[in-house]
């Protein structure tokens, strides 16, 4: 099973909607991190967000929020007032630990496309 | 801050001939660095962790004759495939995170390798 799932592949939304990312994570530990990163056209991955397990409050960072529900083990990422410089694959990651460190698992991404 | 390079950012190459990717943090020494692979349109798979001055951890099914790493220093780690194939073209990414596994890691550029 997958631990981090991702269940859209490809979004398409015209400029300025709004619009949801969903991440849904599965783990057995109670401490863990939970992360979100943007892959733009170039390549090179962007960090978003990192989130601690202990930590559910919701975050806003300008037109970018993310709800933490720890009961339905979702992380979810809405752009508001889409761009099209928005346009990229969006990675969740979970951040488990392990005997030699920690075990980071990348979700398979959702493509996300802003027409103009 | 937090800044990660990779050198070559692509490279080209016969098949048989080995070829070494470097990955710099820049501003922060790198207790753990961590290399990837990602085919066109997939998600990013960890090859290997590798902290400084011991040997590297291996996904299971990476192989560890094949994919040479090195982490001589705290901003330098070097991942060398030798005798690359055709099936060995990939977009290779390194990430670097200062200590513990609660630290965020911090992803280069990436390197194209196209094995001819």
């Known amino acids: 099973a997958q631990k981090v799932t991702q269940a859209q592949t490809e979004i398409s939304v015209v400029e300025k909607e709004d619009v949801t990312l969903d991440c849904v994570y599965e783990?057995?530990?109670?401490?863990?991190?939970l992360f979100w990163y943007k892959q733009p056209p170039s390549g090179e991955l962007v960090f978003l967000i990192r989130?601690?397990?202990?930590?559910?409050q919701n975050e806003i960072s300008g037109r970018y929020s993310w709800n933490f529900q720890k009961s339905t083990s979702s992380f979810n990422f809405t752009i508001t007032a889409s761009q099209v410089v928005d346009s990229a694959v969006y990675f969740c990651?979970?951040?488990?630990?392990?005997?030699?460190?920690?075990?980071?698992?990348f979700g398979p991404g959702t493509r996300l496309s802003v027409l103009p | 801050g937090a800044v990660v390079s990779q050198h070559p950012s692509w490279v080209i190459c016969k098949s048989g001939t080995s070829v070494k990717i470097e990955c710099r943090s820049l501003?922060?020494?790198?207790?753990?660095m961590f290399w990837y692979r990602q085919f066109p349109k997939q998600s990013l798979m960890l090859m290997a962790t590798?902290?400084?001055?011991?040997?590297?951890?291996?996904e299971q099914g990476v192989e560890k004759d094949k994919f040479l790493i090195n982490h001589a220093s705290l901003t330098l780690s070097t991942l060398t495939v030798t005798s690359a194939h055709p099936e060995d073209s990939s977009f290779y990414i390194c990430?670097?995170?200062?200590?513990?596994?609660?630290?965020?890691?911090?992803f280069g550029p990436g390197t194209r390798l196209t094995v001819l």
């Open positions: 783990t057995r530990d109670t401490t863990y991190y």
């Open positions: 990651a979970l951040s488990e630990r392990r005997n030699y460190g920690q075990n980071f698992v």
């Open positions: 989130r601690n397990s202990f930590d559910e």
């Open positions: 590798s902290n400084e001055g011991s040997k590297a951890t291996y």
């Open positions: 501003d922060f020494q790198a207790t753990t």
């Open positions: 990430s670097a995170q200062t200590s513990g596994y609660t630290d965020t890691q911090y």
